[in-house]
Every structure is written in structure tokens, then in C-alpha cells.
């Protein structure tokens, strides 16, 4: 295999490593979303409970 051939399949794993982290980055982001969300509903549930 010549020098270019294996850095290019270097670079192409490191890629396909990044793309995997960054995957699972977006699904923790949404999974934090959901939370938020939730926590989010909680509070005005709260909030207006003490008003009425």
C-alpha cells in the first residue's frame, strides 16, 4: 500500500470516528432537550398553581 493510500484510510477512520461522536453529542443534546422541556412544564404547572 503506498503512503497516500494510508493516510487517507487514516483520515477516513478518524472521520467516520468523529461522525460517531458527534451522533451520539446530538442525541444527548436531545435527550437534554426532553428534560428541559419536561422541568420547563413542571415550573408553569407550578407557577400557575400558586396563582389560582
Do not use: G, W, Y
Amino acid at each position: 500500500m503506498s503512503t497516500l493510500f494510508r493516510q487517507r484510510q487514516k483520515q477516513l477512520e478518524l472521520e467516520e470516528k468523529r461522525v460517531a461522536e458527534i451522533t451520539l453529542l446530538r442525541k444527548a443534546i436531545e435527550e437534554s432537550n426532553v428534560i428541559q422541556k419536561e422541568r420547563n412544564e413542571i415550573l408553569k404547572l407550578l407557577l400557575t398553581k400558586d396563582k389560582i
